[in-house]
């Protein structure tokens, strides 16, 4: 027999589904309402009729599909490289004092691409997952799991959007905005005709009518939330970031992943452009390290003539990070002197995951 608490934690995961189900129930009422009763048996001009569902069908797909990449994308966790050792486990837990821990910690971190700290200074621990937190990872309570690059925990996906689904998330919010104002936009002159008394007396016209409200409705609190998180990719920062500065060893840094609008957009979409507007995954990366403009480097993460972490070594020397080659389009981070049009060194894949930028002074 199941005990009572795992059974109570079992009902409130089905809680977290009504506002998907709210969502879902939605759409399909506003398909029913526009293709049914606006399309088939309002509109009487053929050509216009099929303008209308070519076009509304190719973004409904659209947005169902990045709405379903969004909320089933499952979020990635750090590599085993960030989890503790059985031994570094014991010995931590042994250690009552802070500093002693923090000197643990440090020691373990400065084999690994880790820059953020804790806005005191101290490494960033989970002790719930017991990991050393990659740049940008934060735990969250409602899926209980460290999130990489995590943005924030939706409940109309009931899913937290990090580094595996932003992009879809983006693309669910650009391509629901836009099948909002197509629906709005072709409703209105109906909709006109509703408060004209310029339509018959069916069913028809109330669909018509609720339709033109929910689909405009909608459309301004989308475009909204849509053009705050066009400004956090422009600006490279997620919504935890935007409210809280990541903290480096100098300091907080609101602007300390930011490499420039362009290359911050190619890092969430990619460099293939056939894949920007594709609900495919196509960021840059592995999710665990990042590039960097820091001012000053970190001191306690020795650095190389070339400024790389030398945890991640040259193209042909056995690396200890990341453990196994990640895909092309998952491994390129931009880099600084990396030159934009040169297609060569895309497919060299020669910026490094790892890599600190430094300003010119």
């Known amino acids: 027999m199941a005990p009572s608490g795992s059974r109570s934690v ?23 309402a526009y293709v049914v009763q606006l399309c088939i048996e309002t509109i009487e001009n053929l050509g216009e009729k099929i303008v209308y569902l070519l076009v509304y069908h190719v973004l409904f797909i659209m947005f169902v599909w990045s709405y379903w990449q969004t909320i089933f994308t499952k979020p990635m966790n750090p590599l085993k490289e960030f989890h503790l050792s059985h031994s570094d486990k014991e010995l931590l837990e042994r250690e009552d004092r ?4 923090q000197e643990i910690l440090r020691r373990i971190a400065k084999d690994l691409p880790i820059y953020t700290r804790t806005m005191s200074g101290a490494i960033r621990y989970c002790d719930r997952c017991l990991l050393l937190k990659p740049d940008r990872c934060h735990h969250c309570s409602a899926c209980d799991m460290c999130i990489l690059k ?5 409940p109309w996906v009931n899913n937290c959007v990090g580094f595996a689904n932003y992009k879809f998330f983006m693309l669910f919010l650009a391509y629901s905005l836009l099948y909002c104002l197509f629906v709005t936009a072709t409703d209105l002159q109906y909709f006109i005709q509703f408060w004209t008394n310029g339509l018959p007396d069916t069913q028809a016209k109330f669909h018509i009518m609720f339709l033109f409200f929910a689909a405009s409705t909608f459309s301004v609190s989308l475009a909204f939330l849509f053009a705050y998180h066009c400004w956090l990719v422009c600006k490279n920062r997620s919504t935890l970031e935007a ?3 990541p903290a480096f060893q100098h300091g907080p840094d609101k602007n300390g992943f930011s490499l420039g609008t362009n290359k911050n957009f190619r890092q969430v979409f990619g460099d293939e ?5 594709l609900p495919v995954f196509s960021s840059l990366g592995d999710g665990c390290s990042f590039p960097t403009c820091l001012v000053n480097a970190d001191p306690e993460q020795p650095s190389s003539p070339s400024g790389r972490n030398p945890s991640i070594k040259s193209a042909g020397e056995s690396h200890q990070f990341p453990p196994k080659p990640l895909r092309e389009s998952q491994s390129r981070l931009l880099n600084n002197g990396q ?9 060299r894949g020669t910026s490094n995951p790892a890599l600190t930028i430094e300003k010119e002074t």
Do not use: N, T
């Not at 452009?273 to 507007?277: E, H, I």
């Open 10 to 32: 079992d009902c409130w995961r089905v809680l977290y589904w009504i506002p998907v189900l709210f969502i879902s129930l939605i759409v399909a009422w506003s398909y029913y």
């Open 150 to 154: 995590m943005d924030h925990h939706c």
């Open 98 to 101: 802070r500093e002693s821990q």
């Open 273 to 277: 452009k056939k894949y920007w507007l």
């Open 339 to 347: 030159s934009e049009g040169s297609e060569d060194r895309d497919k």
């Open 243 to 245: 409210f809280r500065a």
